[in-house]
């Protein structure tokens, strides 16, 4: 009997050391502008082609602007970064997708969007949200710019097999609930490095409910807990999803790959070195109040008193209360926001600019927010405007900038000010993260819409 993750996992070993690491061959690297050039630059040091160029797909997200994209980059660190992907691929022979190309967005967003993100396959990136993938029913994770550099030499990669996690969500989610929300619940509940050392398998009525596009937001913030990567079992909606993208297998080939993928299911009576069972009832909408994703709570509870928090924690709570202006035990809703970024490799689709859109229709943004929607690609930008989403926003006073990583990260142009506080759809909430002393806390792209149309932190429910 076999979990999903065993059955991919030994599947790609190439070979085992005894109480070693074990090679794994890898079915897809996608590579960016920020963890790739020293890797390049070691094949060249070392006169290695990549080995297998038609598995590699390039494009650069974190530190492209998201605004005048058509003119040269302004920042220079960022435009060398850019330049040097460009030049790499050229030289390498690898696919690429640049600035100006319709392919180009978050890698994580563009990858599943033209089917090179398929059940069954190992999948990497020197991205840790890289777990994005495992939606599909994927081994994905990410990897540091050494490994990078070994996938292109050999397309192996040295790993210690991970154990298995499971955890089920059993029940309905409640109106207003979404996937971010269920992935900050299980983080506050694991906390940060409740699941490190493992591979997270989800399962339940819950996920089975979830759309692809929901599944993708839960698997991106697996690493957020400390796992190495998560994954859902491939099913229907899976395969619904893929069918006639890009990429994907057609004609004979479509059915070979589909009976294939159907078998990627834990087995009956599979053994997991984990499990951990959660009642979707339970669960509320959430924001972040402290400086890591696990410090979350429902969007209408009491931050935690010091008396509630493990003893080993309390100075690091307490440097995060003070960082972020809180205190213990009060609550949020009604605290004024400076910033709303909808957005990043969590929650830059179609559906959460759907359910932006649908809570803003008929209102208007609130004069002290500062509002930044970034799409995740170019195909999601022409979904906006197919839909009309496009008209109701700006109708509601937001307006769209380019697809890119924007203020998920303080690389590129879009950094919230020093002490201001961001309502952000992204996935980390770190000091700096949005910019040196910029004030992050997370949530669900309907209580971004909420605190974009009030100004304050509001329970969208009300």
Not at 238 to 243: G, I, P
Request: charged share 20%; glycine share 10%.
């Amino acid at each position: 009997m076999k979990t999903l993750f065993d059955k991919i996992w030994d599947a790609h070993v190439v070979s085992s050391l005894q109480d070693g690491p074990t090679q794994l061959y890898i079915d897809r690297m996608f590579c960016h502008e920020v963890t790739s050039p020293q890797a390049f630059d070691g094949l060249r040091k070392r006169n290695l082609k990549v080995f297998r160029p038609d598995q590699i797909t390039c494009m650069p997200d974190h530190n492209i602007p998201t605004i005048k994209q058509e003119e040269p980059i302004e920042d220079l660190i960022s435009r060398k970064q850019v330049d040097a992907l460009t030049q790499n691929t050229k030289d390498f022979g690898l696919t690429h997708y640049g600035l100006g190309d319709q392919n180009n967005g978050i890698i994580h967003v563009v990858g599943p969007e033209i089917g090179l993100t398929q059940p069954g396959m190992t999948i990497v990136c020197g991205d840790s949200h890289t777990s994005t993938h495992g939606a599909f029913g994927a081994i994905a994770f990410g990897i540091g710019t050494s490994e990078v550099e070994m996938v292109l030499a050999s397309q192996c990669v040295l790993q210690s097999r991970p154990k298995t996690m499971k955890i089920s969500y059993q029940g309905k989610l409640k109106p207003g609930v979404g996937a971010k929300d269920l992935a900050l619940y299980t983080i506050a509940k694991l906390t940060t490095g409740g699941a490190t050392g493992y591979f997270v398998e989800y399962a339940g009525e819950v996920i089975t409910n979830l759309s692809m596009e929901e599944r993708m937001t839960l698997c991106n913030l697996s690493i957020e807990m400390g796992a190495r990567g998560g994954l859902v079992a491939p099913d229907e909606k899976t395969f619904a999803y893929l069918q006639g993208r890009t990429n994907t297998p057609k004609a004979e080939a479509w059915e070979k790959a589909l009976a294939h993928w159907k078998s990627l299911i834990s087995d009956e009576g599979a053994t997991f070195d984990k499990e951990i069972n959660f009642d979707a009832q339970d669960i509320e909408p959430m924001i972040t109040y402290g400086t890591n994703p696990g410090m979350g709570m429902a969007i209408n509870e009491a931050i935690p008193s010091i008396n509630q928090i493990d003893e080993a924690s309390r100075i690091s709570f307490t440097k995060s209360l003070e960082y972020m202006g809180f205190a213990a035990g009060e609550k949020l809703i009604g605290k004024s926001i400076d910033y709303v970024f909808l957005g990043s490799c969590t929650n830059g689709r179609i559906e959460d600019f759907r359910i932006f859109a649908n809570y803003v229709k008929g209102k208007k943004k609130a004069a002290n927010v500062v509002a930044w929607l970034v799409p995740g690609s170019w195909r999601v930008e022409r979904q906006i405007k197919e839909e009309g989403l496009d008209t109701i926003l700006q109708e509601a006073g937001f307006s769209l900038r380019q697809p890119g990583c924007s203020a998920c990260l303080a690389m590129n142009d879009d950094k919230v000010p020093a002490g201001k506080y961001a309502v952000s759809t992204s996935n980390r909430n770190f000091e700096g993260r949005q910019g040196p002393g910029a004030r992050t806390l997370l949530a669900s792209p309907l209580v971004a819409a909420a605190a974009a149309i009030t100004g304050k932190i509001t329970d969208p429910r009300m």
